[in-house]
């Protein structure tokens, strides 16, 4: 369990509260951040908002599976992202991935070593750590990314 806890506290350090490896996580680089920033186009970059709506998307796609359901998320919906129109439609988009979060790493505490290496979904999607794994890492990526568009948006309107 010990390993599960350490995957666990990993993802929220990422997406909720951490500070150590990225001195940010994805609430405070979205803190602040309004509806209209969030979906503010950059030449031909990904939106904010899209970036959010893609790492709750792969969350939410694992967490099914987590709770005994199918894995139906697939690639190329990944950035189908409803339209934000305001203020609330971007801060539910967040509250999803707050709360789709923090279901997730609970799932992971409660798993055995056994379950972290057993196969997931399929042989040759790896075992559960190595999804909980490519999660976390995929959530840096995009992280890194949210805090340069942030860094672009605050330059431009200069």
Do not use: C
């Amino acid at each position: 369990m010990e390993k599960a806890q350490r995957l666990a506290h990993r993802l929220r350090e990422v997406i909720l509260n951490g500070k150590l490896i990225a001195n940010t996580n994805f609430r405070d680089a979205l803190t602040q951040v309004t509806w209209e920033q969030a979906t503010q186009q950059i030449e031909g970059l990904n939106t904010i908002a899209h970036l959010t709506f893609h790492v709750n998307y792969y969350i939410g796609g694992v967490l099914d599976v987590f709770e005994g359901g199918d894995l139906e998320i697939r690639d190329r919906y990944s950035f189908d992202l409803p339209p934000i129109k305001s203020q609330e439609d971007w801060e539910q988009l967040q509250q999803k991935l707050w709360d789709n979060t923090e279901k997730f790493a609970q799932k992971v505490e409660a798993m055995s070593d056994e379950k972290l290496a057993s196969t997931f979904v399929k042989e040759e999607y790896g075992s559960y750590a190595q999804n909980v794994e490519v999660i976390i890492e995929h959530n840096y990526y995009h992280l890194g990314q949210v805090s340069l568009l942030r860094k672009l948006i605050d330059t431009l309107k200069k």
